[in-house]
Each structure stands twice: as structure tokens, then as C-alpha cells.
């Protein structure tokens, strides 16, 4: 068989090489367990030295500690079955008039930011001018069939194809032509992008009048709640659709 030079090297070299192997533990010490090699010794060593070092870490802060040092958490936990310190929290009976107090504040902070968002859904409207919403639609009677195929929505609205899926402020061709805005200016890619904006401001309009709804419902319940507090000779009871209603008992005032 013909073999390169490079090939007969690789297997005297094969040949040549000694195996490996680890020294085991002696069998006069096998109840000493697996003989420790040094990479256990520097794993075992590293644990060693890092419980050490957390030792004298704390001898030191104990030895420079205040003896007069408190904090108010020393005596606010307490020590879990993990070893750890867990805070202990404290049951704290409020009275009828201080548990008025706090729905009150409460209520009163949910109606300031309602209020701030009616503000805001106001100046959106003026800005955007709305009018209606953009998914209605716009329906043309005709006489007969003929008059259906021969249909034209951009001559019936006077008004090019790129503006007849607008629902405001939809400009007629002879305004178009009078206040030229297809100009160099105002191509139609920048009107679709215009387009595109006001679409964004009407889903920031449509999401601030929902957060409005939102306040003001946690607001009706959270008014609830304290005149449950307040008033008592309060019954519950379920109409015919599954709704719970509160009903309280009449009281002559006065």
C-alpha cells in the first residue's frame, strides 16, 4: 500500500503516545471515598476562602457597630422559617369616619383626573374638528339599474378619487382648482400622509375617551363604596336581568 509521509507520522505517533490515566484511590483507603484531583481541591479551596472572608466581613461590622443604633425595623420583623427577616404588617382598625375620609379623598383625585381628561378629549376635538365618526356611510338612490352601472361616485361628489374615502372636509374640484393645492407642494403622497396623522390623532381621541369612561366608573364605584360605609340599613338584591342593586331604606330627614 502506498502512504504519504505525513500519514505514516500521524500513526507512529498514534502508536507512540501514552494513554491517560487518573490514579485512583489506594484500596487500603477505598472507605475514604474517590481520591480528591485537583480541580475538586480548587473548588473545595474557592468555598473555603469565600466562607472566610463572609466571616471576617461580619466580625468587623459587629465590632464597629453602634451599640446605640436602632431602626424602627428591628422590631417590625420577624424571623421566617427560611432564616430570613420578613416585615410583619400590622392590621390597622380604622374608624367609620376615617374609612369616609379616605373614600373621599379617593374620589375626589378620580374626579380631578376625569376632569383632566375631559379637558384633554376637548381640545382634541377642537383641533381635529370632529365630526361624526369616519366608519359611516353614504348611501345614493338612484331611479334604475341603468343609472347604478352608469354611476360615478367622483362626479356625483365633484371631487377626485383620492378624497372620496374622506367623510370631512371633502374639497370639490373647482375649489381645488381655485386654491390649487395639486401643486408642487402638496403632492398626493403628502396628503395620504396628512391622512395617515389625523387617522393617528382620532385613535388617540378614541383611547383618551375610553380612559375617561374607565375613571369614571371606578369613580361610581368607589362612591358606592362609601355610602355603603356611611348609611347602613342597606339591602341587596338582584333585578330581573342578574344585576345586584342596593336599596336603602327610607329615612325622614329634617
Not at 403622497?189 to 369614571?216: C, F, H, N, P, V
Request: charged share 40%; with cysteine.
Amino acid at each position: 500500500k502506498n502512504c504519504s509521509r505525513s500519514d505514516r507520522a500521524f500513526r507512529s505517533a498514534q502508536k507512540s503516545r501514552r494513554e491517560h490515566r487518573e490514579r485512583s484511590q489506594p484500596a487500603h483507603r477505598a472507605q475514604l471515598g474517590p481520591l480528591e484531583k485537583k480541580k475538586d481541591y480548587k473548588e473545595r479551596a474557592k468555598k473555603t476562602h469565600q466562607k472566610r472572608d463572609l466571616l471576617q466581613k461580619l466580625r468587623e461590622k459587629a465590632a464597629l457597630k453602634n451599640p446605640d443604633e436602632f431602626y424602627f425595623a428591628m422590631t417590625n420583623s420577624r424571623r421566617g422559617e427560611d432564616g430570613k427577616h420578613n416585615k410583619v404588617e400590622e392590621t390597622k382598625h380604622l374608624s367609620q369616619k376615617q374609612m369616609v375620609n379616605m373614600k373621599t379623598q379617593d374620589i375626589g383625585y378620580l374626579n380631578m383626573k376625569r376632569e383632566a381628561e375631559a379637558a384633554k378629549i376637548e381640545k382634541l376635538q377642537k383641533d381635529l374638528h370632529f365630526i361624526g365618526a369616519a366608519c359611516g356611510k353614504h348611501t345614493i338612490f338612484v331611479d334604475n339599474e341603468e343609472e347604478v352601472e352608469k354611476f360615478s361616485a367622483s362626479e356625483y361628489f365633484d371631487t377626485p378619487e383620492e378624497f372620496l374615502t374622506r367623510t370631512w372636509n371633502r374639497p370639490t374640484n373647482e375649489s381645488l382648482e381655485r386654491e390649487n393645492l395639486f401643486n408642487e407642494n402638496l403632492t398626493v403622497g403628502q396628503l395620504a400622509k396628512l391622512d395617515q396623522k389625523r387617522a393617528k390623532a382620532y385613535s388617540k381621541l378614541t383611547k383618551r375617551m375610553m380612559r375617561e369612561k374607565q375613571i369614571g366608573r371606578a369613580a361610581d364605584k368607589m362612591t358606592l363604596k362609601k355610602n355603603l360605609i356611611s348609611s347602613g340599613g342597606v339591602t341587596k338584591k338582584k333585578r330581573a336581568d342578574g344585576e345586584s342593586v342596593y336599596v336603602w331604606k327610607k329615612v325622614r330627614k329634617g
